[in-house]
Nanobody
Framework: QLQLVESGGGLVQPGGSLRLSCAASGYSLSNYHIKWFRQAPGKEREGVSCMHFHDGSTYYADSVKGRFTISRNNGENTAYLQMDNLKPEDTAVYYC?????????????WGQGVQVTVSS
């Protein structure tokens, strides 16, 4: 079974940057669509960004477009989410997830989540 572990969260001031990592084990991440989700207190989980495994094409939610960048390093079996110009509304627990099907369904492997707090 594919296992995912996130890291890189923390407290950052508005306008700052963080890079989240999603380290995979058990299987090669290169065969999976990788998606980052987030869930803020009292809100539903939302998809933030996704990368298709077959062509590397990417998807971003409108709220993060131009500020977040998803990437992957197949050699390290790790995916990343570079977050720049962070805003207080980006505060949430961030999760990475993997699907063999698409960027929109069948996410069977999830990380444990990592807290990102944007505050002055």
């Amino acid at each position: 079974q594919l296992q995912l572990v996130e890291s890189g969260g923390g407290l950052v001031q508005p306008g700052g940057s963080l890079r989240l990592s999603c380290a995979a084990s058990g299987y090669s991440l290169s065969n999976y669509h990788i998606k980052w989700f987030r869930q803020a207190p009292g809100k539903e989980r939302e998809g933030v960004s996704c990368m298709h495994f077959h062509d590397g094409s990417t998807y971003y939610a409108d709220s993060v477009k131009g500020r977040f960048t998803i990437s992957r390093n197949n050699g390290e079996n790790t995916a990343y989410l570079q977050m720049d110009n962070l805003k207080p509304e980006d505060t949430a627990v961030y999760y990475c997830a993997a699907s063999r099907s698409s960027c929109f369904t069948d996410f069977r492997s999830w990380g444990q989540g990592v807290q990102v707090t944007v505050s002055s």
